[in-house]
């Protein structure tokens, strides 16, 4: 099973949620080329939604050349160049930087005072807090 995590409370559309997910498996090397995905209804089965949902993430995800599909073997991780990698990472990265300053900005945080928050929080994790 894989290791995907949705929200239905999130207001990001489940697919686009997995989408993201597989994406960061795949450019992390979590999932490596040629690794079989599960098919269409087992994924759908393992996160309770529609075959639907799945079905329009993996046909996303192979325009995109994430994954293959082979007519009658299965769907498989795709061959991706490291430039497209880091532009996944990084894009990925940068989102969440993004909605965490939003939400900090909700919070009527001034610029100075997300830095020290974000210098904390960073020097905590590197301790191993």
């Given at each position: 099973?894989?290791?995907?995590?949705?929200?239905?409370?999130?207001?990001?559309?489940?697919y686009h949620q997995i989408e993201k997910q597989l994406k960061a498996l795949i450019a992390g090397?979590?999932?490596?080329?040629g690794t079989p995905l599960p098919s269409i209804r087992v994924l759908s089965k393992d996160l309770e939604i529609?075959?639907?949902?799945?079905?329009?993430?993996?046909?996303?995800?192979e325009a995109q050349g994430f994954i293959q599909t082979v007519?009658?073997?299965?769907t498989?991780?795709?061959e991706i160049n490291n430039n497209t990698k880091?532009?996944?990472m990084t894009t990925s990265v940068q989102e969440e930087f993004e909605?965490?300053?939003r939400n900090a900005m909700d919070y009527?945080?001034?610029?100075?005072?997300?830095?020290?928050v974000f210098e904390e929080t960073l020097k905590m994790l590197e301790k191993g807090e």
């Open positions: 099973m894989l290791p995907i995590r949705i929200s239905k409370d999130s207001r990001e559309p489940i090397g979590h999932l490596a080329a529609s075959v639907i949902t799945i079905r329009r993430t993996y046909q996303d995800l007519h009658g073997k299965g498989f991780v795709a880091q532009e996944v909605r965490a300053i009527d945080y001034t610029a100075n005072e997300i830095k020290i």
